[in-house]
């Protein structure tokens, strides 16, 4: 089916939008999370789940909402992990327009109309995001979110990390096919290879309004898997980077990422342990964001210990790693500590502290 862009016939049978929504034994948040998007002030929606293989009382839960919800369809599959569920819950939508949407999350009450609006508007854009307020498996409120709105800011972050969250966006279905989807070998980070190729595509957008309560507890961080977590990140902006180089991606034809794989693609090994670094420090400065400094330095400690012998580029990583610790000795007011951390970055490269105290000298001065 055609978008439903202005100037289009729209099939009166087919909703407004549809909401991908993975799940694995999700029972302790998966009510709230449909009726968040059930409760939507745009109502004409399906809401498509994909239910991997759930041992709790997830199935339970999905059931009955299915009867006495005819918007809700659910399908039902053996476990094959979170890439393969939302890819079969994008293949079941029948909507022009695709929402994503996680099963411990809570959607804004208005998040689709904006979104919907926002698309109908703009037939340039392929995916639209917005801001999102952090909360606790409580339901508390820690911090919001903030990202670019603009094509062009939006670009320019995506050089260097990922501005979007999965579960708060919404897609064109046809810009999801025309780019094959989420990709498997990125794992956890396929939404930021996503992001990557549809921008090679299309136009970018986000809304400057909350368009989802999202929920960060302890399950989201594991140390066991957060160096492939990383990996998958680099190897992501990687890949962009040889599309646009050579038309040529190194990982059309694999299931997994690997060291070997990017060194074999000719990422340089010092450059990659690199990035690697950056990226756990700004995980690391995001986790502080929401009061978890001690994951925070774990998540240091592992990067740090994968450290590559001193470089000029390495070397401003490890700055932005101490960086990221001082801030979370600070945070647990081990102020010496975080002097420290402070000093030994400024050793390795005084303008990264200098702008990282900038920035912070800003957002004092914003909230007085």
């Known amino acids: 089916m ?38 939507q002030t745009l109502a004409d929606l399906e809401l498509v789940v994909v239910d991997d293989g759930s041992t709790d009382r997830t199935a339970a839960i999905l059931s009955d909402f299915q009867s006495r919800d005819q918007r809700l369809v659910v399908h039902r599959q053996a476990n094959s992990g979170f ?61 919001t979110w903030q990202t670019a709105q603009s094509d062009k800011q939006l670009r320019a972050a995506l050089e260097t990390t990922n501005p979007f969250c999965d579960p708060a966006m919404m897609l064109r279905r046809s810009a999801l096919r025309k780019v094959g989807g989420y990709r498997g070998a990125f794992g956890s980070s396929a939404d930021y290879d996503l992001w990557l190729r549809i921008s090679e595509r299309y136009a970018l957008g986000a809304l400057s309004v909350p368009v989802l309560r999202y929920r960060w507890h302890a ?36 299931d997994v990422v690997t060291v070997e794989r990017l060194s074999q693609s000719g990422l340089d090994p010092e450059w990659l ?32 210990s994968l450290a590559p012998a001193h470089t000029r580029i390495s070397r401003t990583s490890r700055a932005h790693a101490r960086i990221a610790y001082a801030r979370a000795r600070a945070s647990e007011s081990a102020v010496a500590d975080a002097v420290r951390w402070l000093v030994i970055a400024g050793a390795l490269d005084p303008a990264a502290v200098g702008r990282a105290a900038w920035r912070g000298l800003r957002q004092w001065g914003a909230r007085i």
């Open 273 to 304: 342990q690199s990035e690697l670094l950056w990226e756990a420090a700004a995980r690391a400065a995001a986790l502080v964001s929401i009061g978890r400094p001690r994951d925070a330095r774990v998540l240091l400690d592992h990067a740090l």
């Open 83 to 143: 890439v393969s569920a939302v890819n079969c819950a994008v293949e079941l939508c029948s909507s022009a327009y695709v929402a994503r949407m996680d099963a411990d999350d809570i959607a804004v009450p208005d998040r689709l109309e904006r979104q919907w609006q926002f698309l109908e508007r703009h037939p340039d854009v392929g995916v639209v995001g917005g801001a999102v307020v952090i909360i606790d498996s409580g339901g508390t409120a820690l911090t």
């Open 219 to 254: 399950d989201q961080l594991s140390t066991r898997d957060v160096h492939a977590q990383l990996l998958g990140l680099v190897a992501a902006r990687h890949a962009s980077r040889l599309r646009r180089a050579t038309g040529a991606d190194p990982f059309d034809d694999t």
């Open 2 to 39: 055609a978008d439903a862009s202005p100037g289009l016939v729209r099939d009166w049978m087919t909703p407004r939008v549809s909401v991908a929504l993975p799940v694995w034994n999700a029972e302790a948040f998966l009510p709230a999370a449909i009726e968040s998007i059930l409760s």
